[in-house]
C-alpha cells in the first residue's frame, strides 16, 4: 500500500510542477453508505471517512487531477444464516452475532467540469478512475474471516465548491460520490454512496 500511495504523490507532484497557474485542492470528511452487495455486508450508515483531492485547470472550465481516500465501514448483525469453514481438512458451520468491517482506499485519475467558473458558486461534476483497495472482515464470536482484493474502480461524482466571500479562494467543498469496485479474489464488487463535506481552496 506505501508503493501505491508513494505513486499517487508523485503523479499529483507532476501535475503541480506542469501546471501551477490555476487549482483546486479539497480535504473532505466523508459519510457512507453502502449499496447493493455491499450494503447487504455492512446496511448502517458510516461516519469515518477523509478524502483529498487535487485538481488543474487545463482550461477555464475543466480539471484534470487525483484522489486518494480512506472509509472505514462497520456493522454488526443478528440473525444470519450460519457460515461454513474449513479448519484442518474438518468442514463446520458457526453461527451467531457477526461484526463486519470495511477498509477501502481507491486511488483515481480524475476530470471534471465547472459549469460557471466565473461565479460566486462553482458547481461541478466529473468522474475518477483508478484503482480500489478493499479489506473485509467478518468477526463470529472467536473467529474472524478475512479477505482482501484490488480491482478496477470509477467514480462519477456531482459537486459545488462556495468561497466565504468573494474575494477568498477558500471555501466549502460539498459533493457526492458513487464508488463502484470491481470483484476480485474472494469480494464480490463494491459499489458505496458518499456524501463530502469540507475545505477547498481554488487559485
Sequence with gaps: MKKIYLTALLIIGFIVSTNAQQFYWTTNWEISKGVGDTGDF???VNFRGISFDGRYFINENVTVGGFV????????????????????????????????????????????YFFDADGKIKPYAGIGLG???????????????????????????IGVFI???????????LAVRYL???SAGELKSLSMLNFAIGFGFMR
Design 42 to 44: 455492512i446496511e448502517s
Design 69 to 112: 481516500s480512506w472509509n472505514a465501514l462497520y456493522d454488526k448483525l443478528k440473525n444470519l444464516p450460519p457460515i461454513e469453514f474449513e479448519d484442518d481438512g474438518l468442514v463446520g458451520h458457526v453461527s451467531g452475532t457477526q461484526v463486519h468491517y470495511l477498509n477501502v482506499f481507491p486511488i483515481l485519475a480524475n476530470m471534471h
Design 131 to 157: 484503482g480500489v483497495y478493499v479489506e473485509q472482515r467478518n468477526d463470529i464470536g472467536f473467529r474472524s474471516f478475512n479477505s482482501d482484493s484490488f480491482g478496477f474502480a470509477a467514480q462519477p461524482e
Design 163 to 173: 468561497p466565504f466571500n468573494s474575494y477568498s479562494g477558500t471555501g466549502i467543498n
Design 180 to 182: 463502484y469496485g470491481s
